[in-house]
């Protein structure tokens, strides 16, 4: 990167490189967006993506977790019955996980390798992923908090809940990832099982 280049300048085009990584992410997929196509639109040579961005993998991540925002409070209605609470459950993780769901098993991999390499040498990178996983948490606690006032699950730790049905989303995540026969579809369907399994007994 060149030395005439300071700064802030560098910061404008990271965040030029962010925004229309983004952009065509969420138009084009993972797979159909080419780094050529995101340099074209930052208005940048391809070379140069790579002096801020390790790889396609790494921009994906890191331009999804800039423009993710994390509420449960959008599920919370006065229409919901104890039918729907694993339904309203597996929505809101689908949304916190949507970074990770939308890639190729393939890609996903090469994600779980990066956040090794982040851990070690961009921990600034690597303690906002961790700080989403915990806001995550957070929010899916305050979720079935909200849930006990409403009288649809009895007493339960938000807290424990959370980060059980978080431990089961990650085995999950894992064994899909590395299982090369099992797919999306069966992943959800366990995924659903471990809910229930978790939250069935504290509704009301």
Not at 24 to 49: N, P, V
Not at 57 to 67: I, K, T
Not at 181 to 202: C, F, G, Q, W
Request: proline share 1%; hydrophobic share 40%; charged share 30%.
């Amino acid at each position: 990167m060149s030395a005439r280049i300071n700064k802030e300048e560098q910061e404008k085009v990271r965040k030029e490189i962010l925004e229309s990584a983004y952009t065509l992410f969420t138009e084009k997929g993972y797979e159909d967006t080419k780094t050529k196509d995101i340099s074209e639109q930052a208005g940048i040579a391809e070379g140069t993506l790579f002096n801020y961005f390790s790889s396609k993998a790494n921009l994906y991540m890191e331009a999804m977790l800039e423009n993710m925002v994390l509420s449960g409070d959008e599920l919370i209605s006065e229409e919901i019955t104890c039918e729907n609470i694993i339904d309203m459950i597996l929505e809101y993780i689908t949304k916190s996980f949507k970074i990770v769901f939308k890639l190729p098993k393939t890609v996903i991999k090469e994600v779980l390798h990066l956040s090794t390499y982040l851990s070690k040498k961009k921990r600034k990178v690597f303690n906002k992923f961790a700080e989403t996983d915990f806001k995550a948490m957070e929010e899916l606690g305050g979720l079935i908090n909200q849930l006990q006032g409403k009288g649809l699950l009895k007493e339960i730790d938000p807290d424990t809940a959370a980060s059980t049905v978080f431990a089961a989303v990650f085995f999950e995540l894992l064994l899909y990832t590395y299982e090369d026969h099992y797919n999306k579809d069966e992943m959800m369907a366990s995924l659903r099982k471990k809910v229930e399994l978790i939250i069935t007994p504290y509704i009301s």
